[in-house]
Structure formats: C-alpha cells, structure tokens
Nanobody
C-alpha cells in the first residue's frame, strides 16, 4: 500500500507564498498520476493540480498562473508551489496518487486510490 505524507502547510498573509511537499514511503511516483486536492470547511474536495505519467499538467482555473505542480527527477517528491495566495485558497490540501488518462482536464477523486492525511493552508487577508 502506498503511503503519502504531506508537509509544508502553514499560515500566510494574502499575496504570500507556500510550498507543499509530498513523499511516498519507499516508492517512486513514476507509475502514478500525482495530484493535489483541497477541501475548505463546508465545501467539497476539489482538484487543484495534477501531473500525469507523461509529464503533462492540469490545473484548476482558480489557481492557474499562481500554482505550479512538479516532481523531482527521481520522482520521489511531489511539490506544489503556491504564489499570490488568496484567502479563498484556505483549505486542507491533500496529496493523491492514482491512475487516469493523461491530460484529462477533469480531476476526479475516483481516479486516485492513495491519499495523504493532508496539510492545512490558511491565508489571511
């Protein structure tokens, strides 16, 4: 079973930046599509960004141009660089691994079988 552990969350003022990281326990991500989802209080979990096995990336419209998803060359660490943060970015952020059609613009939870415990991001105005 793939275990994922996120880190890097915290509190920041609007306009600030954070970098989230996700590592798997003793495995590489090379055979998985990797994603970041988030869930704000009282809202459904939503896809933020995905990097597929072919290297293609997909972003939610709300974060395009501000967030960047990437993997290190060894594909053992997934990152999410978040710039120009807004209060509406406040949420629990989850790392996920799964299998899907590369480049699918729709990010669906059902495509991701493995999930981390989440890391909290709070953006104050």
């Amino acid at each position: 079973r793939l275990q994922l552990v996120e880190s890097g969350g915290g509190s920041v003022q609007a306009g600030g930046s954070l970098r989230l990281s996700c590592v798997g326990a003793g495995v590489t991500f090379s055979k998985y599509s990797m994603a970041w989802f988030r869930q704000a209080p009282g809202k459904e979990r939503e896809g933020v960004a995905v990097i597929d096995t072919d290297g293609s990336t997909t972003y939610a419209d709300s974060v395009k141009g501000r967030f960047t998803i990437s993997q290190d060359n060894a594909k053992i660490t997934l990152s999410l660089i978040m710039n120009s943060l807004k209060p509406e970015d406040t949420a629990m952020y989850y790392c996920a691994a799964g299998s899907r059609v590369p480049g699918n613009p729709i990010m669906m939870e059902v495509d991701f079988a493995y999930w981390g415990q989440g890391t909290q991001v709070t953006v104050s105005s």
